[in-house]
């Protein structure tokens, strides 16, 4: 989305921030993006979950444990935030790796209802659904 290229070699021990201008719906939008990387914890963490506006929450369709620690992530925010919800999209990642696929569609789109959010199947690598997602919880905060 930011820097329109796919990175083979992903480090998921880096937090990375990126800015990136955009029209969302004929308006302009800044999006402030900060890439946690899956990290499981931070001294940082809470101070970033009180100050964000909204969450991609993202998952390997290729991993359960991901798909678990969503839900951990989730519970924190809303932890954090003090609320029963906040603008938030669920993403589950790597659909062009559909022969490794371990979660099924229709367990994201399932978790995603329950929590009244909207769900994705994204690729990073060939960037299916990627704008969408960004675009979408941008919306859910214009809303709030």
Request: net charge negative; proline share 3%.
């Amino acid at each position: 989305m930011i820097q329109n290229h796919f990175v083979e070699e992903y480090d998921p021990t880096i937090e990375d921030n990126y800015r990136k201008q955009v029209l969302i719906d004929d308006q302009p939008c800044l999006l402030d993006i900060l890439d946690t990387a899956g990290e499981e914890y931070s001294a940082m963490r809470d101070s970033y979950l009180r100050t964000a506006q909204g969450f991609i929450l993202t998952y390997s369709i290729t991993a359960q444990t991901s798909l678990d620690e969503v839900h951990i992530f989730r519970e924190q925010i809303l932890r954090v935030k003090d609320t029963d919800w906040v603008p938030m999209v669920l993403c589950g990642n790597k659909c062009d790796l559909e022969s490794c696929r371990l979660i099924p569609t229709s367990a994201g789109e399932e978790i995603a209802k329950t929590w009244n959010i909207p769900f994705f199947e994204t690729s990073a690598l060939s960037r299916e659904n990627v704008e969408e997602a960004f675009f979408e919880v941008a919306r859910g905060i214009r809303r709030t």
